[in-house]
Every structure is written in structure tokens, then in C-alpha cells.
């Protein structure tokens, strides 16, 4: 199976940053990567899929790249609606595993 | 708009069997692939397995294959996690999801406690 790494498993920032997190996968996924946000108490909402297409309705302060088997999520201008849980997502073949997630925290 | 609305909330006692649902609407639910991932307290996204109500093909993720079964009915437009003997490990939210590149539609989630 793909293992999918994610760092940092968590970090503080303040409203405004620029914030970056990483998933490294353990073979070659081509772009089939998705990003996940979760907010406690709530179900996980899509961000972006195929490395780095925005789902609709999220805001363009969001953004995805892969390079190789890395990719990053990048959130521009964090503002404070997102602070939340952060996970990455392979779906190359079964099974679709995820990352270890990313909880993003107020600093 | 795609909606998937899951089962309520289960306590259950360890050895007991269980059956959660989750039902589509809003979408052509046979030609889109199911799927149910399993959150543990406090812990991260876990992906079970996966089902296309069409043909009810499935896949299931190693840590989970013989642990726990997926169906659907198609008829019903919905589709079911299910245990035969719990244990008190199998205590999470359980979720359902929409598969089209990555899951793009997820249910509410459905609270299992399994507890003696």
C-alpha cells in the first residue's frame, strides 16, 4: 500500500500568515492527490483535488502543487476560519490512504 | 445538490453486531463510487473501503478486510457498514463519501461507541 507522509503534524500561526504543509507519498501517485479540511465536531470538507485544482466554493487563498511525490498545501493570508485540521489524501489505487493530518493552531 | 445523511449515533456492547447506513441523494448514486473512512478520538482519517453501488464491486483496505463488510442497495440509494462482533476498539465516527477525485461529498458521520 501508498503511505502517505504528512508534516508538520502540527504548528501555531497567526491570522495573516502564510502557512505551508507537506505530503510526501511513498511511491509515484501522478497527481491523484486530494486535500481534506477538518473542523472539530464536523465531517471533512474538500479543498482540492488532483494535486492542485480548487474545489468550487473554496477560497482562492488556498492552493496545491506537486512536485514529483511531494505536494504542498499552501494557504495564503491565514485567516481565522481556518484554523482546523488538515489531511492529504492519495486515491491512485487501493487502498486511498491518507496523511497523518495537520492541525493548524492559533498562535 | 449531492447530500449523503447517515444512520444516528450507536452504543453497542463488545461481541454485538451492527449495521450503520448511508443514504444518497441529489446524484445518480449507482454510477459513483461509496466509500467509509473511520476517525478514533482525537485521532485522524482512517480509509476503509470503498464500494460502486452499480455492480457492488468493493475494496477494502488491508487493516480492514474481514474486520467489518460494505453493501449497498442501489434501490434504496444507500449504502451500509457493517460488524459482526464489535469490540471496544471499533469505539469512532464513521463516515461515508462521495469518491470523484478524492471524496467530494461526505455524510455527517455516524458516532459508534462500543462499550461493556
Known amino acids: 500500500a501508498i503511505r502517505m507522509s504528512q508534516s508538520p503534524s502540527s504548528f501555531s500561526a497567526s491570522t495573516g500568515d502564510r502557512v505551508t504543509i507537506t505530503c510526501r507519498a511513498s511511491?509515484?501517485?501522478?497527481?491523484?492527490l486530494a486535500w481534506y479540511q477538518q473542523k472539530p465536531g464536523r465531517a471533512p470538507k474538500l479543498l482540492i483535488y488532483a494535486a492542485s485544482t480548487l474545489q468550487s466554493g473554496v477560497p482562492s487563498r488556498f492552493s496545491g502543487s506537486r512536485s514529483g511525490t511531494n505536494f504542498t498545501l499552501t494557504i495564503d493570508c491565514l485567516q481565522p476560519e481556518d484554523f482546523a485540521s488538515y489531511y492529504c489524501q492519495h486515491y491512485y489505487y487501493s487502498p486511498f490512504t491518507f496523511g497523518g493530518g495537520t492541525k493548524v493552531e492559533i498562535k | 445538490e449531492v447530500q449523503l445523511v447517515q444512520s444516528g449515533a450507536e452504543v453497542k456492547k463488545p461481541g454485538e453486531s451492527l449495521k450503520i447506513s448511508c443514504k444518497g441523494s441529489?446524484?445518480?448514486?449507482?454510477?459513483?463510487?461509496i466509500g467509509w473512512v473511520r476517525q478514533m478520538p482525537a485521532k485522524g482519517l482512517e480509509w476503509m473501503g470503498i464500494?460502486?453501488?452499480?455492480?457492488?464491486?468493493?475494496r477494502y483496505s488491508p487493516s480492514f478486510q474481514g474486520q467489518v463488510t460494505i453493501s449497498v442497495d442501489k434501490s434504496l440509494n444507500t449504502s451500509y457498514l457493517q460488524w459482526t462482533s464489535l469490540k471496544a476498539s471499533d469505539t469512532a465516527m464513521y463516515y461515508c463519501?462521495?469518491?470523484?477525485?478524492?471524496?467530494?461529498?461526505w455524510g455527517q458521520g455516524t458516532l459508534v461507541t462500543v462499550s461493556s
Open positions: 464500494i460502486y453501488p452499480g455492480d457492488s464491486d468493493s
Open positions: 511511491q509515484s501517485i501522478s497527481s491523484y
Open positions: 441529489g446524484y445518480r448514486f449507482s454510477s459513483y463510487w
Open positions: 463519501a462521495v469518491a470523484e477525485n478524492g471524496f467530494h461529498a
